[in-house]
């Protein structure tokens, strides 16, 4: 085999798949978006989703800038040597990284430390498996984690929330997969697909369910149970009414496939794969002797550009409701924070500071390296690259899930005078209490879309303890018209405490039996 044109194809893998929604993927999300209605919440997240869908095309950068755990699944034909295809794999991986294509997402679980190259212990994940045929089927999977931490495993029998007990059978499955979505709500960033595995034990059960998210979103299951229990949950996961990150609205979910496998007696788990929007698996089919691509995956039929027309028009739409948008500039008064409201959008200009999981355990126990007194914090891990001349640049920087720094955000908040805090799929009630004791907002961003958020970034202006690495570093950001919505206010207000409760109410809705 020619193992540089074999590399060279990867990266090509790697890029396209970092950079393009597949075409199976595109046209779930248009659907969801014509269901939408104008004006609403949702019907304004998902334009801003499908207006970074473009820009990621247009800039050959990451549609998120959470690339995930980069996973490999390849067949290879009987003899062709795997270790040195291995070795590709990881060089391409390596140089996608340099290139701005991936974010370093490998990381020391017990240091910290964080590789730069995406390389390390158990990363990337490439899969190995021979086959008859007599090419190379090489699949990837960048699979965020955000949806990663909402997959869920359920062992029946078991009583879930809202649906009382779920048994061993098919009406058991069907309630645990109901649940599996009820329980993400906006933070796998929503609308999401689910791959689901019956059976096996907990490892082979996750990786069932993770297995169907290489399957299309528009096949048929072959087995006619599960093709009526994915038909279902097609049906009426929507009624739960979680919508677009967790806003409320008409679709909350895009996809759904459903494998089986064997079980042994004193088992049944039922594994849930949950995946962003941000859906990026492809593949290819090599050459097992030149090493080049014969043929792209999930590309047959239409493919939706989102292009110019749709986004002026959205664009045009967002200016005509600009006279309803609230400027923030930091350092934000008390008054002013006090004075917003869940519903209202804002648009930041001016200085914010990333700050995530790292920097929120540190500032714990340590003084801030910056004065951050009626500042705004941005939970945000950002792609980035240095220029010749050692300058930053931002290649991707949308939100990160929240909700992972509730222990902490309160508490942070009142130590340093923090004013705002921007993130995707909301907190819990203890940040609650203590904006409405502190005086301080939670600003919701659209998750996943780094390519429109990096295009309000107009400078790096400076960035501390960079010893956490480039995604959990503090990055003094200059922004100018920044978009998000108040969903926690400093009156003891929370969207997405509503949501929660009135999705649970409606899960309710689907207790009794169905198969
Ligand atoms: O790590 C990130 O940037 C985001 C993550 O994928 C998340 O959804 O929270
Ligand atoms: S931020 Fe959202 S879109 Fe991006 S990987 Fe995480 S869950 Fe997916």
Not at 232 to 257: D, Q, R, S
Request: some cysteine; proline content about 3%; glycine content about 12%.
């Amino acid at each position: 085999m020619n193992i540089e044109k074999f590399q060279e194809s990867m990266y090509k893998l790697i890029v396209e798949t970092s950079t393009k929604l597949p075409r199976d993927v595109r046209r779930a999300i248009k659907t969801a978006k014509e269901r939408e209605s104008a004006g609403t919440r949702s019907a304004m997240s998902l334009a801003t989703i499908t207006n970074n869908i473009k820009m990621a095309d247009d800039n050959v950068s990451p549609i998120c800038q959470d690339t995930g755990l980069p996973t490999f699944k390849i067949k290879t034909p009987v003899g062709a040597n795997q270790l040195v295809m291995k070795e590709a794999i990881k060089n391409a991986i390596a140089q996608a990284t340099k290139d701005g294509k991936l974010r370093p997402n490998s990381v020391d679980s017990l240091t910290g430390e964080n590789s730069g190259d995406n390389l390390g212990g158990g990363t990337p994940v490439i899969k190995f498996e021979q086959w008859e045929k007599d090419y190379i089927d090489a699949r990837l999977i960048l699979k965020g984690g955000g949806c990663e931490n909402k997959n869920i495993q359920y062992s029946l029998p078991c009583e879930l929330d809202g649906l009382g007990r779920a048994g061993r059978d098919l009406d058991g499955i069907r309630k645990c997969i109901m649940h599996s979505v009820y329980q993400a709500q906006g933070q796998g960033c929503s609308a999401g697909f689910i791959g689901v595995g019956i059976g096996g034990d907990r490892s082979s059960g996750y990786d069932l369910a993770k297995e169907q998210l290489f399957r299309s979103v528009e096949d048929v299951n072959p087995n006619e149970d599960l093709h009526k229990l994915e038909e279902y949950v097609m049906n009426h996961a929507n009624e739960l009414g979680i919508g677009t990150m967790g806003f409320g609205g008409e679709t909350t979910l895009l996809g759904c496939k459903v494998g089986v496998m064997n079980r042994i007696p004193a088992s049944f788990f039922v594994s849930v794969a949950y995946n962003c929007w941000a859906f990026r698996r492809l593949g290819v089919a090599v050459n097992p002797e030149t090493g080049e691509i014969n043929e792209w995956m999930y590309q047959e039929g239409e493919n939706i550009d989102f292009g110019a027309t749709e986004a002026e028009k959205e664009t045009a739409a967002a200016a005509e409701t600009k006279s309803e948008v609230i400027t923030l500039q930091a350092p934000i008064t008390e008054d002013q924070i006090r004075s917003l409201k869940v519903g209202d959008v804002v648009q930041i200009n001016g200085r914010m500071y990333t700050g995530r999981d790292a920097i929120h355990h540190h500032l714990m126990e340590h003084d801030a390296p910056v004065d951050l007194n009626g500042q705004v914090i941005y939970h945000c891990g950002p792609v980035m690259l240095k220029d010749g001349e050692g300058n930053w640049h931002v290649k991707a920087a949308g939100p990160t899930t929240s909700i992972r720094e509730e222990p902490y955000q309160g508490d942070i908040m009142k130590k340093f005078g923090i004013r705002a805090v921007i993130g995707k799929g909301g907190m819990g009630p203890k940040t609650l209490a203590a904006l409405k004791e502190h005086g301080g907002v939670y600003l919701n961003a659209i998750g996943g879309a780094a390519q429109y958020y990096a295009d309000c970034i107009k400078a790096v202006e400076g960035v501390d303890l960079m010893e956490f690495g480039i995604p959990e570093a503090m990055w003094h950001l200059k922004v100018e018209g920044f978009t998000a919505v108040v969903t926690m206010d400093s009156h003891g207000n929370s969207l997405h405490a509503d949501v929660d409760k009135s999705s649970l109410e409606k899960l309710a809705m689907f207790k009794e039996r169905v198969f």
